[in-house]
């Protein structure tokens, strides 16, 4: 494989960019190598300037549910674009992909554009407190909520106690409000809620984890995280960046069947331009600015190119049979690669959730929580990656991260997927 021209611009990169990136995971540290720079995508299809290419699950961490340059998406982009990219003042795009949020989902009354999940997740984090008047906020270890401050935290020592930042430049005093629970456990959020009584403003939580593996949680703990919100006054925040419009129109919520307070969302909202988006129900977001004490604002949120996209896009995942479509081709590969795997006994297994998946260097059948995940057999990810690229399949560069998906992918790129993976894992486990 001749990647030349990627690591000429690496190294060019590398003098205008921290670690030659703009967003770090991209920089292939843990997989060893230099990144793939890409030049096109095409349906399931991405070539990199080498001229390479590649059968791509990694679909920009999740937005592409369509794959690259859909059709209906490119058309919209390029009209909206050419009558003017931006306003700084409403626009009829907005309410269209509001009204098709909104009437599609039972747990949304009134929303917020902004312009990431990271926004999105911060915004409605600011909303809960200004809601609830309260200021500390509970998390759970192995989900991500964005590069928020107050979310770059992780556990201190001892169960129940506050938390530390994961990230310099995040001042203790923020870690503090903070409380960073193990997801699974019942007792822990408990014993949480008990210390820190009427303090709790929000329980923010993946329904899906999916950014530290996919850690699958039972209903059952979901639905005592949501009684324990109610109970107790707690705004329950589900952050549905990758879950929503991925796991089925209504995301984890319906999938679980459980109704979080507030939801953030970001990805696939946004059919491949930036755009995240908070929600609730008229009587939370009645708190936010200019109806409410709550200020959030943003130059370009709601801007009507990337809401043509995501009103395209949304509309395409609203076709009948388009996430059983998706979810039958997702258990087709997983079910062919995980056979394989277990006539070879090889340790090794795949969770999988609708169109999401995420490949596992041990035979546990269940991981619930990120210390659940042997970070040493982990690093066998690092020539299961090297190997799917080599023969023309593209995951994201990280173990820890899912794959994703897209509609765009034929049976054909999933039989190809399936040999190479199979083939992947021979070299894994047997050199
Ligand atoms: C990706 C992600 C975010 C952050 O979204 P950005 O658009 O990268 O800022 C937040 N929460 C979850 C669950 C995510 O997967």
Redesign the pocket.
């Known amino acids: 494989m001749n990647t030349t021209r990627s690591a000429e611009l690496f190294e060019k990169a590398k003098t205008y960019f921290p670690g030659g990136v703009n ?1 770090p995971v991209r920089a292939f540290r843990s997989v060893g190598g230099t990144p793939i720079f890409f030049a096109k995508g095409l349906g399931s299809k991405v070539w990199d300037e080498d001229c390479n290419e590649y059968i791509d699950y990694c679909c920009s ?2 937005p592409l549910i369509l794959g690259h340059a859909h059709p209906s998406v490119v058309k919209v982009v390029q009209e909206t674009v050419a009558l003017g990219s931006s306003f700084g003042a409403p626009t009829r795009l907005e309410n269209e992909l509001a009204d098709l949020i909104i009437s599609h989902h039972k747990y949304i009354e009134k929303i917020r554009f902004v312009s ?6 911060m915004s409605a984090i600011r909303l809960a407190r200004g809601y609830t008047g309260r200021d500390k906020i509970i998390k759970f270890e192995g ?5 928020v401050d107050s979310l770059l935290v992780k556990a201190g020592s001892g169960l129940v106690t506050l938390g530390t930042s994961s990230s310099a430049g995040i001042p203790e005093a923020y870690a503090k409000e903070t409380i960073v629970l193990p997801l699974n456990d019942k007792a822990a959020l408990d014993a949480a809620v008990k210390e820190y009584k009427d303090q709790i403003a929000v329980v923010a939580i ?1 329904p899906i ?3 530290n593996g996919l850690l699958l949680q039972e209903g059952e703990f979901l639905r005592y995280v949501r009684e324990v919100c109610t109970r107790e006054n707690i705004v329950l925040l589900f ?5 929503g419009f991925r796991v089925g129109f209504e995301g984890a919520s319906a999938y679980y069947g459980i109704q979080p307070d507030v939801l ?1 969302f ?2 696939i909202i946004g059919g491949g331009l ?1 755009v ?1 988006a908070y929600a609730s129900r008229s009587e939370i977001m009645n708190h936010v600015a200019p109806e409410g004490p709550v200020y959030q604002a943003g130059t370009l949120s709601g801007n009507p190119v990337a809401m043509a996209a995501g009103i395209a896009q949304l509309t395409e995942c609203l076709r009948p049979g388009f996430y059983e479509e998706l979810k039958e081709k997702t258990d087709y590969l997983v079910n062919n690669v995980l056979n394989y795997a277990r006539s070879k006994n090889y340790a090794f297994n795949i969770f999988s959730v609708g169109s999401i998946f995420w490949v596992s260097f041990s035979a546990q059948k269940s991981i619930r929580r990120s210390d659940e995940i042997d970070s040493d057999e982990m690093k066998k990810f690092a020539p299961f990656h090297r190997s799917l690229l080599e023969q023309g399949i593209y995951l994201g560069p990280s173990g820890y991260e899912v794959g994703f998906v897209s509609a765009a992918h034929t049976t054909e790129d999933i039989d190809r997927t399936i040999q190479a993976m199979q083939h992947a894992l021979d070299v894994v486990f047997e050199g």
Do not use: F, L, Q, R
């Open positions: 967003s961490w999740g990431s999940g990271t926004e999105a997740a989900c991500y909520h964005g590069h993946e984890p999916a950014n952050d549905e960046v990758i879950s953030a970001g990805k930036p995240g």
